[in-house]
């Protein structure tokens, strides 16, 4: 059985949740492969359960994923936020718990950006990059100003802001969320049970609307993370969810948005993954078995580094 433990890693201002997940095998030795797991802009490292689990399914793995900060049992660190902090905070968990290793990261939406950011600030660290529908800077639509896409995160700040009367009401907001349906399983309650502050009553999402805020204004074209690809030197696989946050098709990002990104970037391969959206990528079987599949690869593949395009 895959060993899951919890960590506590000292950063700006306190301390960094890490969960952990490690093959059988690997016991207290030193990992042969490091995949690092970053989850998007309102979740935890319970994001990623059934993808770390695939993966510790091959001996000697060891998957780190934190609650990065303003999140999860991070929440209490203080700001100021950004892609460059989390960059920093996850360095600080690599250095700790998996000192000389060289990761594969894999990051889902926000944590796509953060781990664009990581590689191209401590390129030393990441062996290559598997980015789950997220990573590559977004695009305001025609003549909306980056306040009102801030703005538009509404439904999310929303549920930041309300109070719930117990766990169970919790879990009855989520179930009623178009995303899952009826693939509201055991992984989705055990991610929506942590979500909670655990300092209730009040109850309410442990994911602070502040963290959230800043941290979305930095995702678009002409952000810090657009100034971040062309100092990239690995390998990138970009995942696709075909539907939205609300089950919408089309997705967060359009097919032809992503063949132009990868005109300017040849070290990018983007896949499809059909029967997703942008949740059930990580948190229903489908999903966390193409991005596991994916993240396997990277370890298999003797692909090197690919040079900035031109």
Known sequence: MTGYRLHDVAVRGGTLRVGSWRSQSLADGVPERVVLAVHGITASHLAWPLVARRLTE????LVLAPDLRGRGRSSGLPGPWGMAQHAEDLAAVLDELAPGSQAVVTGHSMGA????TLAARRPELVASLVLVDGGVPLVLPEGWTLQAAVAGLGPAADRLSMTFADRAAYRDFWREHPAFGEGFSATVRDYVDYDLDPDGPPWRSG????????DHAELFADGPVD?????????VTFLRAPRGLFDEPGGLYPRQGLEHWRSRYPQLAVREVDGVNHYTVTLGELGAAAVSDSVAEQFDSTRPGIPQAG
């Open 58 to 61: 091959a001996p000697g793995t």
């Open 113 to 116: 950006f953060v781990a664009v």
């Open 207 to 214: 994911c602070r609307v502040e963290a959230m805020t800043a």
């Open 227 to 235: 100034l971040a690809w062309p100092r990239l030197r690995t390998a």
